[in-house]
C-alpha cells in the first residue's frame, strides 16, 4: 500500500494537469518537436493505431484505444530518471504507462486521429508521428513547447478547469450534479525538496492560490449513485484525495455496462492497464478518495 500511495502523490505531482497548456497553445502549437526520446516500438505502435480508415467518432476510437492497450505494463517512471532522457526531448512510451501517461497517450492520439480522419490531405507516417508528438507536447507542457522542468504541468484539476472554460473540450459532469469542492491546494510547494528541478516559483505559487480558488465541482462518495444516473462511456474521471494539499491522486476512464460503473487506468496495484474493472468495489478499497471529478470530452 505504501508503494501504491508513493505512486500516487508522484503521479499527481509530475503529470496532473495533462491538458492545461492548451490555454498558452492551442491543441497544434506552431513547429514540431525536434528532439524525440522513443521507448521500444512505441512509434511503430502509435502508427498502427493511426493507420486506420475507420470513420472517427470519440466512442470508437476510445474503445479501440483502451482494447489495444489493455495489459501493458504499469511504469511510472519519472522522466528526469530515464537513462538518456533530457529536458527538451519528446517522451514517447507506450510500453509501459501510468495513469497520466495512458490518458496522454490516449488524448494525444484521438486528437491526431480526428484531424486525420477529418482531413482530405495525405499524410505520410513521418508527418502523422509528427503531429501526434505535437499534441503530446501540448497535453504535457505550459506552452506546448517542450522546454524545462518547470514547464511541466503539475495539478490536474486545474487542466480539466481551463479545458472546460477556455477551450471547450471538456464538460464538467460535477458542475450538472454534483458540489463544490473546497481544498487548500499547495503540496508542490510545501514539497520543495522533491521537485529539485522547479525554479519559477512564483508560478507555482499563483497556480496554487488560484486553484484553492477556483470554482470546481465533484461528487463525493456518497453521491457516487446521482453519477451513476448520468454516466457516459468515455467519461474521464479523477480521484479527489484527502492527502494534504494535493487534489486529485489517481485517474483513469468510465465504462456504463447495463447501468453499472467500470474503470479503465493504468493500475500500480495490477502492474498493468486495466479494462473495465468494477468502480465501486475499487473505490471501497482506497480509503484516502474522498469524491471523484468527472469531465465529458466533447472532441
Given amino acids: ?29 506552431k513547429g514540431s518537436p525536434s528532439k524525440v526520446y522513443i521507448i521500444g516500438d512505441s512509434k511503430k505502435s502509435i502508427l498502427e493505431l493511426l ?7 470519440y ?9 489495444r492497450y489493455k495489459g501493458r505494463p504499469y511504469g511510472a517512471m519519472p522522466f528526469e530518471k530515464i537513462g538518456g532522457y533530457k529536458a527538451g526531448m519528446t ?13 496522454e497517450n490516449f488524448i494525444a492520439a484521438s486528437l491526431t486521429y480526428k484531424k486525420l480522419n477529418n482531413d482530405y490531405r495525405v499524410y505520410t507516417n513521418e508527418q502523422k508521428f509528427q503531429m501526434f508528438m505535437t499534441n503530446l507536447d501540448a497535453v504535457r507542457y505550459y506552452n506546448g513547447a517542450n522546454c524545462t522542468w518547470n514547464d511541466r504541468i503539475y495539478y490536474f484539476t486545474h487542466a480539466l478547469d481551463v479545458m472546460e472554460k477556455e477551450k471547450k473540450l471538456l464538460k464538467s459532469v460535477g458542475a450538472m450534479a454534483g458540489i463544490p469542492f473546497k481544498k487548500k491546494i499547495n503540496y508542490v510547494s510545501t514539497n520543495i525538496r522533491k521537485f529539485s528541478g522547479i525554479t519559477d516559483w512564483k508560478r507555482i505559487h499563483l497556480m496554487e492560490k488560484r486553484l484553492s480558488e477556483a470554482k470546481l465541482f465533484y461528487f463525493p462518495l456518497d453521491k457516487l449513485e446521482d453519477y451513476r ?13 484527502d492527502v494534504k494539499g494535493l487534489d486529485v491522486s489517481h485517474c483513469g476512464f468510465i465504462h456504463v455496462q ?11 496495484v495490477a502492474k498493468q492497464v486495466v479494462h473495465k474493472e468494477d468502480f465501486r468495489n475499487y473505490l471501497s478499497k482506497r480509503t484516502s478518495i474522498t469524491g471523484i471529478f468527472v469531465y465529458r470530452p466533447l472532441f
Wanted: with cysteine; hydrophobic share 45%; net charge negative.
Fill in 229 to 241: 444516473q448520468i454516466a457516459y462511456n468515455g467519461d474521464l474521471v479523477a480521484l479527489a484525495t
Fill in 59 to 67: 466512442n470508437w476510437f476510445f474503445n479501440h484505444f483502451i482494447e
Fill in 1 to 29: 500500500m505504501k508503494t501504491n500511495i508513493f505512486h500516487k502523490r508522484w503521479i499527481a505531482i509530475m503529470g496532473w494537469g495533462l491538458l492545461w497548456t492548451i490555454l498558452f497553445s492551442g491543441m497544434n502549437p
Fill in 258 to 268: 447495463e447501468g453499472d460503473l467500470y474503470f479503465s487506468h493504468a493500475s500500480s
Fill in 51 to 57: 493507420n486506420n480508415d475507420h470513420p472517427y467518432s
Fill in 91 to 103: 517522451l514517447v512510451n507506450v510500453e509501459t504507462m501510468d495513469c497520466v501517461t495512458f490518458l
